[in-house]
Nanobody, 115 residues
């Protein structure tokens, strides 16, 4: 059973930075796409960034130039470096990974940006 464990959320002032991490519990497999999503209170979950196994990245317009997604294939871990944070970045952040044709979600980590 594949499980994803996120860490790195917290409370930060506007303009600050946070780094999220998401690691899988299993080993011995290749992960295709890795991605980060977020869900703000009262809103639908949205994709923030994704990265392919080849390292190609895609970002939502709202975070371009401020967030950076990266991955460590040896550790089956994906990261999200978030800089110049804004109050509208507040929400629960989830990682998602595609493994063997199935996709898996983490439990979510809260990010709160105060103004």
């Amino acid at each position: 059973q594949v499980q994803l464990v996120e860490s790195g959320g917290g409370l930060v002032q506007a303009g600050g930075s946070l780094r999220l991490s998401c690691a899988t519990s299993g080993t011995g497999f290749t992960i295709n796409m890795m991605a980060w999503y977020r869900q703000a209170p009262g809103k639908q979950r949205e994709m923030v960034a994704r990265i392919t196994s080849a390292g190609t990245t895609f970002y939502a317009e709202s975070v371009k130039g401020r967030f950076t997604i990266s991955r460590d294939n040896a550790k089956n871990t994906v990261y999200l470096q978030m800089n110049s944070l804004k109050p509208e970045d507040t929400g629960v952040y989830y990682c998602r990974m595609w493994i063997f044709g199935d996709d898996y979600w983490g439990q979510g980590t809260q990010v709160t940006v105060s103004s």
